[in-house]
Every structure is written in structure tokens, then in C-alpha cells.
């Protein structure tokens, strides 16, 4: 990993990293990442602030907490966009990533995107949007969260439990398997 060396390569690297995560993140664990202080972090991000003033994506800063979101102004696109989603088709990414939540939620974002091989930020969100999945915290690691099928989930797709989906303790030892063949996670590897 390429870590920045000056001020302009550290706000480049937040910003990928914010676009990456596809949630607030908290600074100090910005810093941990880019083994940067907290004040070059603080700097960055009001250099990025700045620089993405009149874009279509704003930095959001909420306490200890930065992301990424849509600009105000793009307000009506993205809820048509949104709206499109609701009512649309799942398609094959939705109905993969849900498949994968319903057969052995609740998983880590991380677990689905190792599963799939694809960043699921947009998908997750996506399938939370219409109320398929929930997200609760991880009891293990505060930083990140869990996937799983709502309540309503069986009902709508016409069974009265998750575990009478169709080959579900196979396919769920399927995504087991899977999961277990993958390398153990390096220090630096966060949600």
C-alpha cells in the first residue's frame, strides 16, 4: 500500500477512502488508515471540503465523523434515481447480494464483497432503500456492521422463514465454505 507523502497526496487518499467506504468514517480511524496525525487528517479534509464546492459530491462532517454525499442541488435527480430503484427490477447484483444475506446473514460488508469479489456500497444500500435487509451493529467490532434479512424478507418472497428458502443449509454451507477458504485478515484490514 502507497501511503501519502504531502498534503495534496493525503486529501487525494481521503477521498478515495470516503468514496470507498460509502459511509461516514470516524477521523481518527482516517488517521489509523493513512498513518497520518489527526490535525494532517483535519486539514485534509477541509482542503477536500474546498476543493468539492460546486461538484456533485460534498463532504460531509458530522462531529468525529467525515463521508461523502450527493449535493444538495442534485436533489431532484437522485430522487427520481431513488424512486427508479424502489420500483425497478432488483437485478442480478441486488438479487446475488440479497441471496448471499438470506442464505447466511447476517455478514460484514466486507464478507459480502470477499463472497462477490465487487464492492456492494451502492447494492447494500440499494436493498436497505426497500426495507429486503437491516443493518445492526457488529458485536464484535463497533466499526462496522452487520447485513441481514428484515422480518418482512420471507414474506415477500412468499415463505414464512428464511431457513425454507429453497436449499438453504446447502447453499449456506456453500457461502460457509467459501468464506472459510478466504486469508486471514492483516492488521491493516478494516471495515
Do not use: W
Not at 470516503?18 to 459511509?23: A, R
Not at 479534509?45 to 458530522?62: D, F, H, K, P
Not at 414464512?160 to 449456506?172: M, N, T, V
Request: net charge negative; hydrophobic share 35%; charged share 25%.
Amino acid at each position: 500500500m502507497s501511503l501519502p507523502t504531502n498534503h495534496q497526496q493525503l486529501e487525494t487518499s481521503l477521498e478515495a477512502l470516503l468514496f470507498y467506504k460509502g459511509e461516514p468514517v470516524k477521523i481518527r480511524d482516517l488517521a489509523a488508515s493513512l498513518h497520518a496525525s489527526e490535525s494532517d487528517i483535519q486539514n485534509a479534509l477541509s482542503s477536500l471540503g474546498t476543493a468539492l464546492e460546486g461538484r456533485g459530491i460534498r463532504l460531509v462532517r458530522e462531529g468525529e465523523y467525515a463521508g461523502l454525499a450527493t449535493a444538495p442541488e442534485t436533489k431532484s435527480l437522485i430522487d427520481a434515481v431513488r424512486k427508479e430503484e424502489l420500483e425497478g427490477p432488483l437485478g442480478k447484483a441486488g438479487l446475488e447480494t440479497l441471496a448471499i444475506i438470506l442464505y447466511h446473514g447476517p455478514l460484514s460488508k466486507t464478507d459480502i464483497e470477499y463472497i462477490r469479489g465487487v464492492n456492494s456500497s451502492s447494492i447494500l444500500r440499494s436493498l436497505l432503500i426497500r426495507g429486503l435487509v437491516e443493518k445492526t451493529e457488529h458485536p464484535s467490532d463497533k466499526r462496522s456492521f452487520l447485513y441481514r434479512g428484515t422480518p418482512e424478507l420471507p414474506a415477500s418472497l412468499g415463505i414464512s422463514s428464511l431457513s425454507d428458502a429453497p436449499d438453504f443449509e446447502k447453499i449456506k454451507a456453500e457461502i460457509q465454505n467459501i468464506l472459510d477458504e478466504r486469508p486471514a485478515p492483516t492488521e491493516e484490514t478494516h471495515e
